[in-house]
């Protein structure tokens, strides 16, 4: 439940806030399950905070301090989060949908079950979060660093992945129908099971990546690099093969 005298004193400003963090600093803040809607919390202090079911849906958290909180169930849908640091955070659950998380970083967070449809995720830092059952259908993840991400049975359809990292990525299961993963990076990467039909994987680098079971029907792999991947049962029905050189053949010198 969360402390009342908390929330009188978030509601003073933010300035007057990170102060009270600042000469305060063993105490954790417990927000939890409050409406702060629409509120300007921009450059907050919220680290190690009790924010879990809490509905801050269009607030303005950008540049906020969200270290460690617990956002588990929290309502972020619409809600403006550039550039905040949200490292080992919780989000399982939590729902973020159209939210804008440009250059956010989210390394080592729990994003279990989250909703992230149509979020912007430009550039955000999610190695080796956990993204296990997300939605990041038709989510913006251009040149985002997922490095050793937890991608299990995400649903990714029509998820933009332009350039992004996924080097060492799970993917087992996931749902990548009409995704573009163009130009990304998934050396390494286990897709497994994974249904990429009529997704674009053209030029991406898919070096020693597993891709056993995978539906890439009707899939757009031109010059996409498959050296050393595992490909047993993949599917390739109607797939633009054009220029990539296979798991089975070194690049031409």
Known sequence: ?????????LKQGVTSWNEWRRENPDTSPDLSELDLQGLDLEGVNLGEADLHGTNLSEANLSGANLIASDLSRADLSDATIIGANLVVAKLS?????????????LIMANLSGANLSEADLRRAYLSRANLRGIDLSKAILCKAY???ARLR?????????????????????????????????????????????????CEA?????????????????????????????????GANLKGMIPSCERPRV
Do not use: P
Request: aromatic letters at 2%.
């Open 146 to 148: 997922l490095r050793n």
């Open 153 to 201: 049975g995400a649903d990714l359809t029509q998820a933009d992945l332009n350039e992004a990292d996924l080097y060492e990525a799970d993917l087992s299961g996931a749902t990548l129908i009409l995704a573009n993963l163009s130009s990304a990076r998934l050396s390494r990467a286990v897709l497994n099971g994974a249904d990429l039909r009529r997704a674009i994987v």
């Open 93 to 105: 659950r939590a729902i973020l949908k159209k939210a804008v998380l440009l250059e956010a970083c």
């Open 1 to 9: 439940m969360a402390n009342r005298q908390h929330l009188d004193l």
């Open 205 to 237: 680098c898919l070096h020693e990546a597993k891709l056993n079971g995978v539906d890439m029907w009707h899939a757009d792999l031109s010059g996409a690099d498959l050296l050393d991947a595992v490909l047993n049962e993949t599917k390739l029905d």
